[in-house]
């Protein structure tokens, strides 16, 4: 079984978390925002 650990985002994980989140923003009426965050 493979094991699962949670750990707080740091400033290097920025990038690869505003891949996740940008196409919820541009192409879902998912989130409130209208532009994706920079």
């Known amino acids: 079984m493979m ?3 949670v ?3 740091t400033l290097e994980d920025a990038e690869a ?5 940008a196409p919820y ?3 879902t009426a ?3 925002d ?4 920079t």
């Open 7 to 9: 750990r707080l985002a």
């Open 30 to 32: 998912v989130t409130f």
């Open 3 to 5: 094991s699962v650990s």
């Open 25 to 27: 923003v541009t192409d």
């Open 34 to 37: 209208y532009e994706v965050p």
């Open 17 to 21: 978390l505003l891949a996740i989140y």
